[in-house]
């Protein structure tokens, strides 16, 4: 076996192994294609499908900006809200044990040990303390569950969830949160339970993750998809056939779980309080553990694969489809033009594979 095929056997199995929530219902859509069940038409049956979900955080590229961000270069103390004045702690990029690079909000902690990325401090209030981390994976994947972002040492106050879908090019906001919308957005405030059938897909600013409770206490900040989902597929996601009609029939419903990048706008840092104490500013600073991505490689519903091939996350298109989306014909198989597949009709769905033109020999 050659090392790439090795790989890519690595990566498949990769995928395979990790589906993030056991919970997850089991969807009809795992295979391709089935043995035909008709005596007249013996052989193989086409079926729409696409692949496991996996937590995407193991194949996320991390950039933080702005350059000088992250601590310890000089090594710097930094103290805690709950206990301002032991400042003990200090943040040194040169040492292994006391830096605190990016990589910490995707890695794997062994051993209850958490590794968190940190910020500076906010040494220069009241200049505001800005941070983006713009999280890519150059795929267009689909959210299947809760983006959970872990913060160490309080959840800031002010923050934007943005995203991409197209690699980068344009961005549009996801979701809002702050401690106060009005003051921050100018949004009043709501949640994902205000939200209806009919604008489920509006963007809103929440205070739900923004308010101090103490650093220990609530340490996530959400991005409902399972809230939304289970406005049409119902509590615990039991009707995911209503669930899976909508998405082929309401405008818009799955280009809002798709996207090829995500990035976090960190605007204001948690105060552990209602003001800035400006006399201990070293405080004041952004920590991130952990973020939890669960989601799929869009395929068009014409791959149960994906496969990472030169650095990238690809379908492995079947259907007589290509591309990495599978989302055009494979050439020799154009004698009509490419659909995605369907969910439709329920429960199995329709292939719209592609087809070579019929040879009259
Ligand atoms: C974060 O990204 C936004 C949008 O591109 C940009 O306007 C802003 O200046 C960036 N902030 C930092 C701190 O780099
Ligand atoms: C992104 O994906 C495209 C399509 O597969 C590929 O051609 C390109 O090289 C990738 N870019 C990077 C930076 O990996
Ligand atoms: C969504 O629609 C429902 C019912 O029409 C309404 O009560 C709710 O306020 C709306 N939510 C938002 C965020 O606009
Ligand atoms: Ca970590």
Request: proline share 7%; aromatic share 10%.
């Amino acid at each position: 076996m050659s090392s790439t095929c090795w790989l890519k056997g690595l990566f498949i199995l990769l995928i395979i192994l990790l589906p993030l929530c056991s919970s997850q219902v089991s969807s009809p859509f795992d295979s391709c294609s089935s043995p035909s069940a008709s005596e007249a038409r013996r052989g193989w049956q086409f079926l729409p499908c696409q692949p496991p979900s996996t937590n995407m955080k193991e194949f996320m590229q991390i950039r933080v900006d702005p350059p000088g961000i992250t601590c310890g270069n000089p090594p710097e103390r930094f103290c805690t809200l709950e206990n301002p004045y032991l400042c003990s702690d200090e943040c040194d990029a040169s040492s292994p044990d006391l830096s605190h690079p990016p990589q910490l909000m995707g890695d794997r902690e062994r051993g209850g040990l958490i590794t968190y990325w940190q910020t500076v401090t906010w040494s220069r209030y009241p200049e505001p303390l800005l941070a983006n981390i713009t999280l890519s994976w150059n795929k267009s994947l689909e959210v299947v569950d809760d983006i959970i972002i872990t913060f160490e040492y309080g959840r800031p106050t002010s923050m934007v969830l943005e995203k991409s879908m197209d690699k980068g090019v344009t961005w549009q906001p996801y979701q809002y949160y702050a401690d106060d919308c009005l003051e921050s957005f100018g949004m009043s405030p709501k949640q994902v339970s205000d939200l209806a059938p009919t604008n489920l897909t509006r963007v809103i600013c929440t205070e739900k993750y923004s308010r101090w409770v103490g650093a220990k206490e609530e340490k996530n900040v959400v991005f409902e998809v399972r809230a939304r989902f289970s406005v049409f597929a119902g509590p615990k996601l039991i009707n995911m056939d209503a669930l899976y009609t909508r998405m082929e029939t309401m405008k818009g419903l799955r280009d809002f779980f798709t996207f090829s990048n995500l990035r976090l706008r960190l605007l204001r840092p948690a105060l552990g309080g209602t003001y800035v104490q400006s006399d201990n500013l070293l405080k004041y600073f952004y920590a991130i553990s952990n973020i939890d991505i669960p989601a799929r490689c869009k395929c068009n519903l014409h791959a149960s694969q994906c496969v990472m091939r030169d650095a990238t996350l690809q379908c492995d298109c079947e259907h007589n489809t290509g591309g990495q989306d599978c989302q055009r014909c494979k050439g020799g198989f154009r004698s009509r033009s490419w659909k995605p597949g369907s969910y439709l009709p329920l429960p199995r769905g329709t292939a719209n594979t592609c087809e070579a033109p019929v040879s009259r020999v």
